[in-house]
């Protein structure tokens, strides 16, 4: 399954890995939202809080890039922007064509492949390096789980 987490995609960051498994289960649940027809204003939720966890899970980590002084820190924004950018599409589309299934499917299709290969490439590469120089990526404790609050804001 696309949406599925496999042990390989672990990068070795406990708290990154826990958010990337959250992030794909929502993903999961608009797949399975858009699939069973639950109507325009239920996908629209859980749209949003799919866009939610996107934007706390990339600035979480790029805040740990930054305290871990990370040569790659800009490209990897970069990447950050440019998935964030096709959620808004996606969000959009959405809000223009109402309940298209097919459509959704597809783009969720497409971002799943990005994400499988964002978290096997870039995500371990900054992770490496902070093994490499014996920082742990799990944060300052406060970089774990979900949203401040509890992501329904
Ligand atoms: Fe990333
Ligand atoms: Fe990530």
Not at 24 to 51: C, I, N, P, Q, Y
């Amino acid at each position: 399954m696309l949406t599925q987490w496999h042990e390989d995609m672990a990068t070795g960051s406990e708290a990154v890995d826990k958010q990337h498994r959250e992030l794909l289960r929502r993903v999961d649940d608009l797949l399975k939202g858009a699939k069973s027809r639950k109507g325009a204003e239920e996908v629209g939720r859980l749209m949003w809080f799919l866009k939610k966890y996107v934007r706390w899970h990339f600035r979480d980590e790029e805040k740990l890039m930054l305290e871990a002084g990370y040569p790659g820190y800009q490209s990897h924004k970069v990447q950050h922007e440019i998935f964030f950018r096709e959620v808004l599409r996606l969000e959009s589309l959405h809000v223009e064509q109402g309940d298209n299934t097919l459509m959704i499917v597809a783009v969720i299709t497409a971002m799943c492949e990005w994400l499988r290969s964002h978290f096997n490439k870039l995500d371990k590469e900054f992770i490496d390096f902070l093994k490499d120089t014996g920082q742990n990526g799990n944060g300052n404790g406060g970089s774990c789980g979900s949203p401040e609050g509890n992501g329904e804001q």
